[in-house]
């Protein structure tokens, strides 16, 4: 079963990038990988460009409109994400609880749809 | 058999379904030819097919039905023992670990517990929550989708998890003693029902779980806390000062102090064991005054350490103004003001302490406030009554 767990962050109180709080958050999160491996989980998950490179776009009767920013403008925003690939909703909460930014920020997770051919 | 249902189709809203098709043609069956030898064995047989019909309507879980079919023949066994060769302990336990997840919310949980391992109908369950029907059935929906939909495990929880899952239990039976018991709002006989519900929910999880000491704590705590309500009057409020104590069971308070000793002899102390232990020293004084209030007072103290709830550092708040006079009691409890301004208790508390204090006018403004907070009708007749008693009160 997929889960996939969403890392909202505040990006006002994330470490700048290259500060030695950032270097600190990468090896946590190489750590984190180590142990995924290590335990044999199926993963992929990427950090993403803050939401001020978001475009959000509609398509109504046929006519696309583009948008600058992302769907919805909070204070907290979408940062990254995880896939995990685990047998049940107890497994995906343990690995996303190993998430660091789960520390400063939140993690949602949500259950992927999954259809049988 | 809910609870072996589960375990077998993997899927808690195909279960409860399954069971509920298998109880309508129950009734027009057992109508027409009578009831059959062994009723509970041909319940859960026909579930079992129920379910099989659903999944293969559903053609997505067309392969899933054939799986079933398959485990089921193999399974097949006379039907008078297949319900007791299903119902294990475990799976009752499961079924309250599932009901009880965290992934849900609060007030989804005790829904959830009562309706599946307390038996209250839906209607019953919204009622004591003052919600409307139609709401409190969309919010069992929803609980039931989202257990299935995200795969929350039907399962005890494995070691590293089990004191937070345990946690979650026994604070949602715990919850459901005390809406019977505090009765915020609501009828007096659904109250008293959800006391007893919440005690043979902690029976069934101690016999489940021996030597748990946090369980043995909840069910002391609620044994003792049922001892003493036949002292107390449903049309108004009593305080422990006058409760008449030859109305308390003392079976009952035999059984829960008993207990609580028990559990804290494991060495393990938790908050419901230090909670049971205040309730058996109130148990066990002959009065008021004859109250044990120094070692509740210290027994405070461990359990705010445990439980930062300022709900609880008012009690001790309350307790030591008896174990150390009223002053030092008013001390401890001002600074809770901010968190507990909401509070009708808070107010009431400084009211009495103020009382007790001669600052008569500081007592009234109390009184006012607490009264003006929200609670229910039989404590705000309480509360009317000590303002009018106060010295030189307007009648």
Same mark, same amino acid.
């Given at each position: ?117 | ?196 519900? +919440? @005690?043979?929910? #902690?029976?069934? !999880?101690?016999?489940?779980?021996? %030597? =748990?000491?946090?369980?043995?704590? /909840? &069910?002391? $705590? ?90 609880? +550092? @008012?009690?001790? #708040?309350?307790? !030591?103004?008896?174990?150390?006079? %009223? =002053?030092?009691?008013?001390?401890? /409890? &001002?600074? $809770? ?59």
């Amino acid at each position: 079963m997929n889960y996939l767990a969403l890392i909202y962050t505040t990006p006002e109180d994330s470490p700048a990038i290259g500060s030695p709080e950032w270097e600190t958050l990468i090896g946590e999160y190489q750590a984190m990988e180590e142990r995924f491996r290590a335990d044999g989980i199926t993963f992929s998950g990427n950090e993403l460009q803050p939401a001020s490179t978001a475009t959000t776009i509609t398509v109504r009767d046929g006519k696309v409109s583009t948008m600058d920013g992302p769907f919805a403008v909070t204070k907290e925003e979408l940062g990254g994400y995880y896939l995990f690939d685990v047998p049940d909703l107890d497994t995906a909460l343990r690995y996303a609880a190993m998430i660091p930014s789960a520390a400063t920020g939140r993690v949602e997770v949500r259950p992927v749809v999954e259809f049988e051919d | 058999m809910l609870a072996a249902l589960i375990r077998q189709l993997d899927d808690f809203a195909l279960a409860e379904d399954a069971l509920q098709d298998a109880v309508e043609s129950a009734l027009v069956h057992w109508g027409r030819n009578g009831l059959p030898e062994a009723p509970a064995g041909w319940l859960l047989r026909t579930a079992q097919r129920k379910a099989i019909d659903r999944l293969r309507r559903n053609r997505r879980f067309a392969d899933r039905a054939q799986d079933l079919t398959l485990i089921l023949a193999a399974e097949e066994t006379p039907m008078e023992d297949a319900v007791d060769a299903l119902e294990l302990p475990d799976d009752r336990l499961r079924l309250i670990f599932t009901c009880c997840h965290p992934a849900l919310a609060p007030k989804t949980r005790i829904a959830l517990t009562l309706r599946t391992l307390g038996g209250l109908s839906t209607a019953e369950i919204a009622r004591a929550f003052l919600d409307e029907d139609a709401a409190m059935a969309q919010r069992l929906v929803r609980a039931r989708q989202k257990i299935s939909a995200a795969r929350i495990p039907y399962e005890v929880p494995g070691p590293a998890d089990w004191p937070a899952r345990l946690q979650s239990v026994l604070d949602v039976v715990y919850l459901i003693f005390n809406e019977g018991y505090a009765a915020s709002s609501g009828a007096t006989a659904l109250r008293q029902g959800l006391c007893d519900e +919440a @005690l043979q929910l #902690a029976t069934l !999880l101690r016999d489940l779980q021996p %030597a =748990e000491p946090e369980i043995e704590g /909840l &069910l002391a $705590l609620l044994t003792l806390t049922r001892a003493r309500m036949p002292a107390r009057d449903p049309a108004r409020f009593v305080p422990l000062s006058e409760q008449d104590r030859t109305h308390w069971d003392r079976a009952q308070i035999d059984d829960g102090s008993a207990l609580v000793e028990t559990a804290l002899r494991r060495g393990r102390p938790g908050p419901y064991q230090l909670q049971a232990a205040i309730s058996a020293l109130h148990c066990a004084g002959n009065s008021h005054d004859d109250t044990d209030w120094t070692q509740i007072a210290l027994l405070y103290d461990a359990l705010v350490a445990f439980d930062a709830n300022p709900v609880i +550092a @008012l009690n001790r #708040a309350v307790a !030591l103004s008896y174990a150390k006079g %009223a =002053e030092v009691g008013l001390q401890a /409890l &001002l600074p $809770l003001a901010g968190v507990l301004g909401n509070y009708r208790g808070y107010h009431a508390a400084e009211a009495d302490l103020r009382r007790r204090l001669e600052q008569t006018a500081a007592a009234r403004d109390a009184y006012e406030r607490a009264i003006n907070a929200p609670g229910n009708d039989v404590d705000t007749r309480f509360l009317r009554q000590r303002l009018a008693a106060l010295p030189g009160a307007r009648p």
